[in-house]
Every structure is written in structure tokens, then in C-alpha cells.
């Protein structure tokens, strides 16, 4: 199943595939077709979104990797579909109307990351207090010392 997938991919999409497990297999795509790519999985059975990871390759210089994890439940088959976006472009289109259960996903992406899931409309402060909106403190440039509190002797 999944060979016919990556053949699919790569031809509607021209889109690299690699197997990434013996039931997985990885998509590298672009923000551009990402919408189109999410419909054409679900399409093929690709019904259950399980998570959406982003991962800080700042220090290196290749910028931030946005990584969707669905599963075809009767296949027990996974896909990653994986989109590098630069670090002062963290803007890609939302899924959370193909893909509901992506929607508190992208919202929380963006509270820790930064990123922008355009025409997600509850891109609000989910886990953070209000005074640290924008200070996305799951970014490798985040300084924990800056916002530490302050903890006086013999308190806990």
C-alpha cells in the first residue's frame, strides 16, 4: 500500500518519499501543495491525524521543520509529511478544516514556535499565561534565565 502512495505522491505532486519504518512512510513537501497533499492522503484512507511536531534546526541554519503525523486506521499505515520552512517565513496554511482534530495542533505550534498556521481561527493563547504570548518558549533561542522567577532562600 504504501509503494502506491509514494508512486501517487510522486507523480500528482513530485514530491521525495522515504520509508522512515517497516509501516511509515516519510513525504518531504512544500507549504504551497500542503493542502492539497493532506486532501489527496485522506482521500486514500488517511483519516486519523495523530500529532503535529515542530522541530528548531535554527543554531544549524535550516530553520524550522513542521512534521504531520496521520494514520490510515484499516492499513495500519503511517505517514509523515515533513515541511522545512525558513526561520523568518513561519507562515504555511492551515489543515485544521481537512483535518479538525489538527486545529489545537496548530495552536499550540504556534504558541511554543512561532508559527503561523494561516486560516487557523483560534490561533489564541491555549497554555501560556498572557504575558508570555510571543515569547515562544519552545524555540532553541528562548531564554529560560530572562524569564525565570526569582526563588528566595528556604522557599520551595
Known amino acids: 500500500m504504501l509503494e502506491e502512495i ?3 505522491i510522486k507523480e500528482e505532486f513530485g514530491f521525495e518519499t522515504e520509508p522512515y519504518d517497516t509501516n511509515m512512510l516519510l513525504v518531504h513537501a512544500t507549504k504551497e ?8 492522503l485522506k482521500s486514500y484512507g488517511f483519516k486519523y491525524p495523530h500529532t503535529i511536531s515542530v522541530v528548531d534546526y535554527t543554531p544549524k541554519g535550516e530553520g524550522f521543520q513542521i512534521n504531520y ?12 509529511v515533513r515541511v522545512n520552512l525558513p526561520e523568518d517565513e513561519l507562515r504555511i496554511p492551515t489543515v485544521c478544516d481537512i483535518f479538525p ?6 495552536r499550540e505550534a504556534w504558541e511554543m514556535f512561532g508559527v503561523e498556521f494561516v486560516g487557523n481561527p483560534r490561533l489564541e493563547v491555549m497554555i501560556l499565561p498572557e504575558w508570555a504570548k ?5 524555540r532553541k533561542s528562548y531564554d ?5 522567577k526569582e526563588v528566595r532562600k528556604g522557599k520551595a
Open 144 to 148: 529560560f534565565k530572562k524569564h525565570r
Open 69 to 80: 503525523i496521520i494514520e490510515n486506521l484499516v492499513e495500519k499505515k503511517f505517514v509523515i
Open 101 to 106: 482534530p489538527f486545529q489545537p495542533h496548530e
Open 6 to 8: 509514494k508512486d501517487r
Open 33 to 40: 501543495r500542503i493542502r492539497d497533499l493532506m486532501k489527496f
Open 134 to 138: 510571543g515569547l515562544y518558549p519552545l
